[in-house]
């Protein structure tokens, strides 16, 4: 065996002739030499130098560089402003008009460079908290109180008398700046995710196929946060995908790590029941230590947010406990006295405007200004939205020959080119315009600025998990609103309305509210 691979060798060394290249493949055959075949990995690695150091992943290098010269910039910038507007800016420095040396180093060099190592131990570079959800801020506020912390410290420890108004205006400065220089930073990278499709995690689904692809249509739903499926990999086997179109390809009965290396992908999905096989997880995160490709698991716990999802580990045994929605509480009172609060500032800011449309309104088709329909409102009431008028006064009548071109599958009648409304009533659909007055109903309580869609109170009872919608009072903005309004199919904003049912919060209403500003500019499925 010896002298035959010896020839095989050899003649790998020399020019291969018709006559050597059949010999060759002789000796290739009789020795069944298959494909390499990766290692068992048992958790136990040779050698912890021979680990993989750099991430297959690496969209996150250059954001983060970016990240810390611009928190660097915004904290040197926001000394600058404080010493600008404060003349007593340098006072506990002595000697500063013989040396200013040691005051600009503290100002513009030690205390930006302290911002940026405490923004780093609150882990606000953190690539799995960078570009969705509200992690980065929070910790990005954190870092904030730890150096308010740290100055006021070092200030009583070395007995120096800084000027409180300067350190005051520089810190402030700095976490407004620092959030804003974020939020510029993630809309860029949304940005370059939606348009580019890069800077975003290539993954591979493991597990059955419906339950692969229920996570698909989930994170692809929105392209902002960079999850971007390449492959499935069905844990049923082929017979279970036989006659199914399925959106990227379909693989079965592979090695996972070498199917992920093959499709280019950097991170491997274990989804719905294959998280559930004992052992099997644990000795795929196995074999995944040293490769680069991040490991992350999607548990049969659809539509449940986060906050409502803790790990308790119990003699080693992680177990998800799943927390009741909050329905009532201190939390549900402040977004009540926020909505009558909101709500009676708009309305006297915009009397000027509603006079303006009142009047547009008069002179497009004469009738009455507002439109109000009856809605089902908090636990069944029913009550009367207000709206300003967008068709003309016989609309009712003319909607029942107009039934058979409803464009969407819901309990709402919705046409792209309705003929019954006005010009200055489809500027006002388009512009969300003619849905100011429903600040009204949240005056008098009926309404809520953030909550599911009011439907007609026309169209029988709610049945099924519609009811549940029911337990929240309706909004003038919502998930529906953020993430396609009338495009989007009655099941898909049913999914929605409940999603926020279960798992609203205060900091989730302000960012519905600021993502409903972009929406409205962008007119994104208004008719």
């Known amino acids: 065996m ?25 000796h290739v055959d009789s020795f069944e030499i298959q494909p390499p075949t990766p290692p068992s990995h048992n958790g136990v690695p040779r050698s912890a130098w021979a680990r993989a150091r750099r991430r297959v992943s690496r969209w996150h290098r250059p954001y983060t560089a970016i990240l810390l010269l611009l928190d660097f910039g915004a904290a040197a910038f926001a000394s600058w402003i404080a010493i600008q507007l404060f003349d007593q800016a340098a006072s506990g420095f002595s ?35 960078l570009g969705l959800g509200p992690d980065e801020f929070k910790r990005v506020i954190r870092a904030a109180v730890t150096v308010a912390a740290s100055v006021s410290f070092l200030a009583f420890a070395t007995k120096t008398a800084l000027s409180r108004w300067t350190v005051g205006t520089a810190l402030l400065g700095a976490l407004l700046l620092i959030l804003w220089g974020r939020f510029v930073a993630r809309w860029a990278l949304h940005y370059i995710r939606r348009r580019a499709g890069q800077a975003a995690h290539r993954m591979v689904l493991v597990g059955t196929l419906p339950e692969c692809l229920e996570v698909y249509a989930a994170v692809t739903r929105s392209p902002a946060a960079g999850l971007m499926p390449v492959a499935i990999h069905i844990t049923d086997g082929y017979a279970a995908a036989r006659g199914m179109p399925t959106p990227v390809p379909v693989y079965a009965g592979r090695d996972v790590l070498a199917l992920v290396r093959e499709v280019g992908g950097d991170t491997i999905a274990v989804c719905g029941s294959a998280s559930a096989e004992p052992g099997e997880l644990r000795r795929l995160a196995w074999q995944l230590e040293g490769s680069g490709v991040d490991l992350v698991v999607a548990p049969q716990l659809t539509d449940i947010a986060g906050p409502r999802v803790h790990i308790r580990p119990i003699e080693g045994l992680p177990l998800l406990h799943v927390e009741e929605p909050t329905l009532s509480g201190p939390a549900l009172l402040a977004k009540n006295l926020m909505d009558r609060v909101a709500a009676g500032l708009g309305l006297l800011l915009l009397i000027p405007l509603f006079v303006a449309i009142a009047v547009a309104i008069r002179i497009s088709d004469p009738g009455p200004v507002f439109f109000r329909q009856p809605r089902v409102g908090h636990e069944g009431r029913t009550f009367r939205v207000w709206k300003f008028r967008t068709m003309y006064v016989n609309a009712e009548d003319r909607l029942a020959s107009l039934v058979d071109r409803n464009e969407t599958d819901g309990m709402l009648f919705k046409m792209k080119e309705d003929p019954r409304v006005f010009p200055v009533g489809r500027f006002l659909r388009a512009t969300s315009l003619d849905e100011l007055p429903q600040l009204i109903n949240v005056l008098w309580g009926e309404m809520s600025l953030v909550g599911p869609r009011p439907l007609p109170a026309d169209d029988g009872d709610f049945l099924g998990d519609v009811r549940r919608r029911l337990l929240v009072r309706p909004g003038m903005t919502g998930l529906w609103q953020v993430s396609g309004r009338s495009d989007l199919s009655w099941d898909e904003s049913v999914r929605l309305d409940l999603y926020y049912v279960d798992n609203w919060s205060l900091a989730y209403d302000l960012s519905i509210l600021w993502r409903t500003v972009g929406v409205v500019l962008a007119r994104k499925g208004a008719y």
């Open 95 to 129: 000697d500063l008009k013989q040396d200013p040396t040691w005051f600009h180093t503290v100002s513009y060099l030690l205390l930006p460079l302290g911002w940026v190592v405490i923004l780093w131990s609150n882990r606000a570079y953190d690539r799995r908290y």
């Open 2 to 26: 010896r002298e035959d691979m010896g020839e095989v060798t050899a003649s790998l060394q020399r020019p291969v002739t018709n006559e050597g290249r059949s010999r060759l493949v002789r």
